[in-house]
């Protein structure tokens, strides 16, 4: 329903019961959501159909369930299905976002970009309305030495400070380099240490539980290190992907520990059905 016709629906409404009653069946909806948070989706997925139809696919997405979703950059991900939204504005995406019904506050930047034009790329997100900047990985060798972690961090750390300066929060995904090892440590929990808690904040994937990386244990481990996470159901018996709520994870637990971490908002990740199955699991799990 849009915010019009929700105001219509209220005004009309007012002169007799039922007013009472949507509210309070809105606020449990609300309520029910993890964290109390919108569900939310990452556009990855279904890539394919962005690069036919933008607006058609968010349309699909709001319909599915899913009231804010994570974009990727057109200029990051251009070779993987988002050049397409090079040729609207800034603006003109908020605008698109808005007439579906849908919010927008994150995206997926990859760090070549800003290392090329980080200015320019900050500029975008402002105008799209985004608070959120992540990139998936800082790009290190698979082999990394201390130094190159090291190196990584100092690099990325400035650019969070400019980030900051134009009240975005940046951040950063786990996958290739930071999964791997030096020296017999994990990269990622180097980069937890060596990352400035104010300028980078971390975006987890949950589905690197199938290498050990478990959300509620890092969640716990480094309180108010996160801003969000990427929802993938786990089965621990087929080793697979699945919708959440048909898999083995404990999600109570890893939205309880969420809270912990300091996670803002979240988005499910996986294939178009697997997704739309996690909404009404997702719409009634509390915790």
Same mark, same amino acid.
């Given at each position: 329903?849009?915010?019009?016709?929700?105001?219509?629906?209220?005004?009309?409404?007012?002169?007799?019961?039922?007013?009472?009653?949507?509210?309070?069946?809105?606020?449990?909806?609300?309520?029910?959501?993890?964290?109390?948070?919108?569900? #939310?989706?990452?556009?990855?997925?279904?890539?394919?159909?962005?690069?036919?139809?933008?607006?058609?696919?968010?349309?699909?997405?709001?319909?599915?369930?899913?009231?804010?979703?994570?974009?990727?950059?057109?200029?990051?991900?251009?070779?993987?299905?988002?050049?397409?939204?090079?040729?609207?504005?800034?603006?003109?995406?908020?605008?698109?976002? #808005?007439?579906?019904?849908?919010?927008?506050?994150?995206?997926?930047?990859?760090?070549?970009?800003?290392?090329?034009?980080?200015?320019?790329?900050?500029?975008?997100?402002?105008?799209?309305?985004?608070?959120?900047?992540?990139?998936?990985?800082?790009?290190?060798?698979?082999?990394?030495?201390?130094?190159?972690?090291?190196?990584?961090?100092?690099?990325?750390?400035?650019?969070?400070?400019?980030?900051?300066?134009?009240?975005?929060?940046?951040?950063?995904?786990?996958?290739?380099?930071?999964?791997?090892?030096?020296?017999?440590?994990?990269?990622?929990?180097?980069?937890?240490?060596?990352?400035?808690?104010?300028?980078?904040?971390?975006?987890?994937?949950?589905?690197?539980?199938?290498? #050990?990386?478990?959300?509620?244990?890092?969640?716990?481990?480094?309180?108010?290190?996160?801003?969000?996470?990427?929802?993938?159901?786990?089965?621990?018996?087929?080793?697979?992907?699945?919708?959440?709520?048909?898999?083995?994870?404990?999600?109570?637990?890893?939205?309880?520990?969420?809270?912990?971490?300091?996670?803002?908002?979240?988005?499910?990740?996986?294939?178009?059905?697997?997704?739309?199955?996690?909404?009404?699991?997702?719409?009634?799990?509390?915790?």
């Amino acid at each position: 329903m849009s915010a019009i016709s929700r105001r219509e629906f209220l005004k009309d409404a007012a002169k007799g019961a039922a007013a009472a009653g949507f509210v309070s069946a809105g606020a449990r909806e609300l309520r029910a959501n993890p964290l109390g948070m919108p569900i #939310g989706c990452q556009t990855w997925p279904v890539r394919a159909m962005i690069a036919e139809d933008f607006p058609g696919t968010i349309k699909r997405l709001a319909e599915a369930g899913f009231q804010t979703i994570e974009l990727c950059s057109p200029v990051g991900y251009a070779d993987s299905g988002f050049a397409g939204l090079g040729k609207y504005t800034g603006t003109e995406l908020r605008r698109i976002l #808005g007439d579906a019904g849908v919010s927008t506050v994150s995206s997926h930047f990859g760090i070549e970009e800003l290392r090329g034009n980080q200015q320019g790329r900050i500029a975008w997100a402002k105008d799209v309305g985004l608070t959120q900047m992540i990139v998936p990985s800082l790009g290190g060798p698979r082999k990394p030495t201390m130094d190159d972690v090291k190196r990584a961090a100092d690099e990325y750390n400035k650019m969070g400070e400019q980030a900051a300066k134009a009240g975005i929060q940046q951040g950063l995904h786990n996958e290739d380099f930071e999964l791997s090892m030096v020296d017999g440590k994990r990269t990622y929990d180097l980069l937890l240490d060596l990352l400035d808690p104010k300028l980078v904040k971390f975006q987890f994937q949950v589905s690197t539980i199938s290498q #050990g990386y478990d959300a509620a244990q890092y969640f716990t481990k480094y309180p108010g290190r996160f801003i969000s996470m990427h929802v993938q159901g786990w089965s621990a018996e087929t080793k697979k992907v699945m919708a959440v709520g048909q898999d083995t994870l404990d999600w109570k637990k890893i939205f309880t520990a969420a809270k912990v971490g300091g996670i803002k908002n979240y988005f499910v990740e996986m294939n178009l059905e697997m997704m739309q199955a996690s909404v009404p699991y997702l719409r009634k799990l509390q915790v």
